[in-house]
């Protein structure tokens, strides 16, 4: 029985005491706080300060920043300090390989077309990103290909050529029709020729002959493009990196998940194959595909055939990455409960249903960080290229050296090769670890 | 097919067993095309290498294993002459392989382990340090490091005559690591008999300890005591024989080193960097499998009063070392695959010396290649079924 | 020093987590045998002024004195403190790896250097007296919850403490098998162990408690016996947190 209840009122919070909290306490516990933790923090301390500081030194402070010779450069500084005019002479061909200098805008206009492509995946309003996206898999190397390798084409070439454009074309349609109207192209299409309110016959028809008009406008332009063939034996550097590593990282996913999928098929050969096929390619090393396809390629052919070296250098990573990727994914569907699969079941969704719509969406998700970190290995992987002759970013360092300027010049163009790499490594495993905090955001309440 | 069918009892039977039928042609259908497809491809390329390799003469068959293969190697674990068959160099190749894996795997875990603890630290500065290390090194290609460590480090060293000698007898120069080489002489067998014995008597005396404590509780330092045998035995027999082992050191003698055993300067770039890349990998594995096992078995030892040694032994590490040693031991075949990389700096591995320098000589290109991805494939194999042996004994029993 | 009889002293306790002030001036004395429920919001502080006890968290202000020996702020003399102490946890923390027979036998045998017989046949006894000696040979993760928090409780008796702490031992448990755990606690307070408790578990309270504690944002609010507290409650907050949880 409630009598006159007293009112309760709560003591007021005080602060910290000082020695525990705050800059001091942090110090005191993280740095301080014992005898050997006191002793590690001066040793670390000193590590760093040797470390960072000898880099810094020989980088800028001692560095030479303009010089025409390795020779001056050491008459100078001798070897205390960087010599990076050497590395700015290079740079260019660091970057593109041994493209002719004066086609190279037409590789920094196909990596635009690339990044166009892209942006519409992050404005807020797009909605079909998904479509956006496989799009870029499979319409945008067919015009990037075009931009970077140029020659004669004949009408089909030029018809896939202006399938990509068309392709690209389509996608800002999309994302400004998305973002500025609400509706996707194909209503805004059909809105604006007064077809409306037409049947959905005559709405496909108006929308598909609105796509054959671009089509056709785009083989007009395509035709009108002439581009010098650059042959891939020019190619190198960062691009040659880029493009090994973007096509490895483009197929490896597919081709992964179809292989993950076939080891865990009821259907026994094909569990049979892909299984052998996984298991072979994740065995052996790297050197040995890439070599077993580069010498042993010609003998599997039939004779004459000549397959293009960077092609072959492709397959093999392409494979090889499949491979790996293929134990990842598999992975991630293992861990999908049975009843994910039972409740499919039990709504009618068949096997393809099943897999594309339940399965592999929540299997990619689980997997992101190492689907990543594969990507990540790829990436480094491709200068294993190298050995096998192809003029990649590390190889393109190394011919620095050769030049007789700048003869045995080694450690600057190691330098900056190896920052270019740690960018864009530290880059992609800051973005899937950001990626993954915002997917897991949907799964923990 | 619907839920909700409104055919008759006969009209639904057909149907349903059409959809069975369906599905089970359907199946056969695939398999059978995938099969013919696989094989066909196969029968295709094994015919044009037939024709291609009688084009130029070339045989598919092994017999060239017992050919003499005329080149020297510049490094080998067993004894190779030039004028040695084959079939020696591609088991000079494995040993060098094998040489290469083992040292790279001793090094990168007692720097992983040092720098997974040191992630795992309460000094924020060293934490610092370790987190550095890791991206650094984890985020730059391998095959970079080992070029930068052959080309910017062991190939800069001095000639001979003005070599780095770190101890005496332990010498870094242009042409390699020297390092004294041991040389037994009378009563060394012994030594090694009485080694064994002590090794043997050290387990024994964990096993006596360990049901000494089982009987009456009390404990006994026999990892301590054990670690003290081991030494102190063998120590005062190698003084009581009258130390009956000698040290061929090295010796500076014109312009070379004499004597003791030398690696060569890709050998050394090529421990080093592989070391260095793969602790980083083993340092994650530590810290997470360390972190793996929660606070509240920390807190549930720490409130019953166990003893903080005994709650490491026999709490934390048997817990962690399950989470840990599945991809340590996947991080071990990758270095014994990565040092397939020797072939960019000119160590006479197993693919520099039988894929790469053979495969000219020769030109027997399917056998090779057949015989080096064996090799691997049999490494991986054998190592994945350990594990699986291993990961379903240490399996938690669960409902 | 503590009064004759005092088991535990605790006077002006003071603790932050960096800035946030979570325990504030919480002064608690409990005899031998005497049991206390502790009670609150989620927050309040219950489940840290308890942690503290054993020193599984440290304090900045105030003491802590166990059966005469004073806590130390800096978790210095956790050994000491911690003999005299068993404590329960909302998530069990058995040991997954070894048996249940070997969980409850591994500190007597390693850290109170019993013989292996010897700490089995006490282990039998306490596992006897939970009712779950049948299940000695089974597996933590075999077992369901209430099993388990009843082989947790078993577990720390084998070490023959002076003190319970419970730290809301049937929260993570599903209903039917809540009133096992509680059953099992019943038995034990009637024994005479002193015990304290953080519970939301009101029927267990007013059968065993002897003082209730009610505690909101890190502050004892009122202190009373059972029947009084649930039927009388002092002070408006009391009232609140009551009317929410009967």
Known sequence: ??????????????????????????????????????????????????????VLNWAIFNAVWSANSRRECLDAVGRSGACWPGVFVWFENLIYGLYPKDQVWRINVGFLALVLWMVPLWMPRVVSKVAIGLSAVALYPLLASYFFLGGDKGIIWTALIAAGLTGLIWVWATALSETFKGKTIGVLVVDSLGQADADEARQRLTRRLATLAVFIVACLIISSLSFVEVRTRFWGGLFLTLVISGIGITFSLPAGIMLALGRRSNLPVIAMFSTLFIELFRSVPLVTILFMFNTMLPLFMPAGTEVNQLLRAIVAVCLFAAAYMAEIIRGGLQAIPKGQYEAADALGLTYWQTTSQVVLPQALKIMIPAIVGNFIGLF??????????????????????????????????????????FVFCFAMSSYSIGLEKKLAAGRDR | ?????????????????????????????????????????????????????????????????????????????????????????????????????????????????????????????????????????????????????????????????????????????????????????????????????????????????????????????????????????????????????????????????????????????????????????????????????????????????????WTLRRVVLPQAMRVIIPPLISQYLNVTKNSSLAIAIGFPDLVSVWMNTSLNQSGRAIPIVAMTMGFYCAVSLSVSAIMNVYNKRVQLKER | MTKPGRMIEIVKLNKWFGQFHVLKDVSLSVREGEKFIICGPSGSGKSTLIRCINQLETHQEGSIVVDGVEVDPKGRNHREVRSRIGMVFQNFNLFPHLSVLDNCTLTPRLGLEMPKAEAEEIAMTHLSRVGIAEQALKYPLQLSGGQQQRVAIARALCVKPKIMLFDEPTSALDPEMIKEVLDVMVELAEGGMTMICVTHEMGFARQVADKVIFMDQGEIVETNEPNAFFSNPRFDRSADFLSHIL
């Open chain 2, 1 to 309: 097919m619907a839920i909700t069918e409104t055919g008759r009892n006969s009209d639904a039977r057909s149907r349903f067993s059409r959809a069975l039928y369906d599905a089970r042609i359907r199946a056969i259908v695939l398999q059978v095309l995938t099969f013919v497809l696989v094989v066909g491809t196969l029968i295709w390329l094994t015919n044009n290498t037939m024709v291609n390799l009688q084009a130029r003469n070339m045989s598919a068959d092994f017999g060239f294993l017992d050919v003499s293969a005329g080149f020297g190697i510049g490094f080998t674990l067993i004894p190779y002459q030039e004028g040695d068959t084959y079939l020696r160099v591609f088991f000079v190749g494995i040993m060098n392989t094998l040489l290469v894996a083992v040292v790279a795997i001793v090094f990168a875990t007692i720097l992983g382990l040092i720098v997974g603890l040191a992630r795992l630290s309460n000094n924020w500065i060293i934490g610092v340090v370790a987190r550095s290390y890791i991206e650094v090194m984890r985020n730059t290609p391998l095959l970079l490091q080992i070029i930068a460590w052959y080309f910017g480090v062991f190939n800069l060293l001095p000639r001979p005559r003005d070599s780095v000698e770190i101890l005496n007898g332990l010498v870094l120069n242009n042409r390699g690591f020297y390092l004294p080489a041991p040389v037994p002489e009378t009563g060394f067998a012994i030594l090694m008999w009485v080694l064994l014995t002590s090794v043997i008597g050290a387990i024994a005396l964990h096993i006596w300890a360990g049901r000494r404590l089982e009987k009456t509780g009390k404990a006994f330092p026999s990892i301590l005591s054990g670690i003290a045998i081991v030494i102190v035995v063998p120590t005062l027999a190698y003084a009581f024989l009258g130390q009956p082992l000698s040290w061929d050191v090295p010796v500076l003698q014109g312009f070379n080193y004499v004597g003791g055993m030398s690696v060569p300067p890709s050998f050394c770039a090529l421990i080093v960097a592989l070391s260095v890349y793969t602790s980083c990998f083993i340092a994650e594995i530590v810290r997470s499998g360390i972190q793996s096992v929660s606070k509240g078995q920390l807190e549930a030892a720490g409130a019953l009063n166990l003893p903080a040694n």
């Open chain 1, 1 to 54: 029985m409630p009598n006159d209840l007293q009112v309760f009122v709560p003591a007021p919070d005080r602060p910290a005491p000082l020695d525990s909290t705050g800059v001091v306490g942090w110090i005191r516990k993280n740095l301080f706080q014992d005898i050997p933790n006191t002793l590690m923090t001066i040793l670390g301390a000193y590590i760093l300060f040797v470390v960072v500081g000898a």
């Open chain 1, 380 to 421: 480094k992987d491709t200068t294993l290229v190298s050995i096998i002759g192809l003029f990649d970013l590390m190889n393109m360092a190394r011919a620095i050296g050769e030049d007789t300027n700048w003869l045995g010049l080694f450690i600057e163009p190691f330098f900056v090769v190896s920052m270019i790499y």
